[in-house]
């Protein structure tokens, strides 16, 4: 069975500054590999997604991520904090077989300092 | 598209009653997902549907979960009787019949049971 695991609840960073939340998966075939964005009182938004084709995934809002076979990671980062990307982030991975149910990680809260 | 339509968007109620949550998913989309989210065990599927067809409930906490999709454009999900642990955030989601393809969440309904 596959599982998620966000590194850190709760990450704080100051505006402009770097963005890096940690997402480490495990599964015993190929992934299919998400981010999802929650603002308040809303529901989940995806930000990208990794299905085997490039490695490095570019998202919206200018968020990105590195599928590393390796390391089981796939970390989302921004080179620059903006203060409209205070939300929950949310890690999930599904299996290369069908719609199969996304499991999702526990999420983690950004935080944007100004 | 609208996207996926969720109500109420609020629920209180108290301990004992009976609660339906509705959902529409969006047009063409062939699978349905209910979520539920609390602080404690952050995100988890309850319950999803192919076609209309009911595929995995091994999420549903216990029989007082109940959910049904009538027609391809129609969901609930019934509690009955509510207890005040089942306080939370229930989300319907749906996607496309398509390897890999996201999920579209709705707006999610806050249910409080006191």
């Known amino acids: 069975a596959q599982s998620v695991t966000q590194l850190g609840s709760h990450v704080s960073v100051s505006e402009g500054a770097l963005v890096l939340l940690r997402c480490n998966y495990s599964?015993?075939?190929?992934?299919?590999l998400f981010w999802y964005v929650q603002y308040p009182n809303q529901g989940l938004q995806l930000l990208l997604k990794?299905?085997?084709?490039?490695?490095l995934v570019k998202g919206i809002n200018g968020f990105e991520a590195e599928f590393k076979k390796s390391e089981t990671s796939f970390h989302l980062t921004k080179p620059s904090a903006h203060m409209s990307d205070a939300a929950e982030y949310f890690c999930?991975?599904?299996?290369?077989?069908?719609?199969?149910?996304?499991?999702f990680g526990k999420g983690t809260r950004l935080s944007v300092i100004a | 598209d609208a996207g996926v339509i969720q109500s109420p968007r609020h629920e209180v109620t108290e301990m004992g009653q009976e609660v339906t949550l509705r959902c529409k998913p969006i047009s063409g989309h062939d699978y349905l997902f209910w979520y539920r989210q609390t602080m404690m065990r952050g995100l988890e599927l309850l319950i999803y549907f192919n076609n209309n067809v009911p595929i995995d409930d091994s999420g549903m906490p216990e029989d007082r979960f109940s959910a049904k999709m009538p027609n391809a454009s129609f969901s609930t999900l019934k509690i009955q009787p509510s207890e005040p642990r089942d306080s939370a955030v229930y989300f319907c989601?749906?996607?496309?019949?398509?390897?890999?393809?996201?999920?579209?969440f709705g707006n999610g309904t806050r249910l409080t049971v006191t």
């Open positions: 599964s015993s075939v190929p992934p299919y």
């Open positions: 989601a749906s996607s496309a019949r398509r390897d890999n393809s996201p999920l579209h």
């Open positions: 990794y299905t085997s084709a490039a490695t």
């Open positions: 999930a991975v599904s299996v290369n077989s069908g719609n199969t149910p996304l499991v």
